[in-house]
T-cell receptor
Framework: GQNIDQPTEMTATEGAIVQINCTYQTSGFNGLFWYQQHAGEAPTFLSY????GLEEKGRFSSFLSRSKGYSYLLLKELQMKDSASYLC???????FGKGTRLSVIA | GAVVSQHPSWVICKSGTSVKIECRSL??????MFWYRQFPKQSLMLMAT?????????EQGVEKDKFLINHASLTLSTLTVTSAHPEDSSFYIC?????????????FGPGTRLTVL
């Protein structure tokens, strides 16, 4: 089974940086995925980490520490359109927790 | 990038009828597809894993006789909600894993919104 823990809600200001943390416990590990989901839409892929360290992809970066069962998603230069839920999930099949609902305010 | 389609995108049906939802991988082969369900303001819940040519594996608490899954080809999986009731009204999303990609990314379809009257 899997246990995934993320903050339920976060609020940040347009143009700022926000870090969304994720801790997980899983039997077997094959990568940590981050997805974004806007209300009423399907999730879209953001990033994938299989080794420890930071993966950077434009305004989004994701960090992984396998020994600590810990990951974070870093969003820079926040835009209003980044208001969404952010879901982390270890290994396929992807089993998601409740995710973090991010609100970006002006 | 890989594209997954679902049909229909929304459906309204009467209680007691059956509804079939199709999930297709358009530009890749998917040996494994996944079906999720999401109620309003709730998290995505994995219902079942569908492998091409074999029986689906259902998650605990999901009735296999109510949610029939068929994965007849490498590009098509179907979910049939049998004898639907209002409590089955939900957002159903399929996801497919690209067999040719090393890191097992799952691509999601756009979802099907089911309303049972």
């Amino acid at each position: 089974g899997q246990n995934i823990d993320q903050p339920t809600e976060m609020t940040a200001t347009e143009g700022a940086i926000v870090q969304i943390n994720c801790t997980y416990q899983t039997s077997g590990f094959n990568g940590l995925f981050w997805y974004q989901q806007h209300a009423g839409e399907a999730p879209t892929f953001l990033s994938y980490n299989v080794l420890d360290g930071l993966e950077e992809k434009g305004r989004f970066s994701s960090f992984l520490s396998r020994s600590k069962g810990y990951s974070y998603l870093l969003l820079k230069e926040l835009q209003m359109k980044d208001s969404a839920s952010y879901l982390c999930a270890p290994r396929p099949p992807l089993v998601f927790g409740k995710g973090t609902r991010l609100s970006v305010i002006a | 990038g890989a594209v997954v389609s679902q049909h229909p995108s929304w459906v309204i049906c009467k209680s007691g009828t059956s509804v079939k939802i199709e999930c297709r991988s358009l530009d890749f082969q998917a040996t494994t597809m996944f079906w999720y369900r999401q109620f309003p303001k709730q998290s995505l819940m994995l219902m079942a894993t569908s492998n091409e040519g074999s029986k689906a594996t259902y998650e605990q608490g999901v009735e296999k006789d109510k949610f029939l899954i068929n994965h007849a080809s490498l590009t098509l999986s179907t979910l049939t909600v049998t004898s639907a009731h209002p409590e089955d009204s939900s957002f159903y999303i399929c996801s497919a894993r690209d067999a040719g990609v090393g890191y097992n990314e799952q691509f999601f379809g756009p979802g099907t919104r089911l309303t049972v009257l």
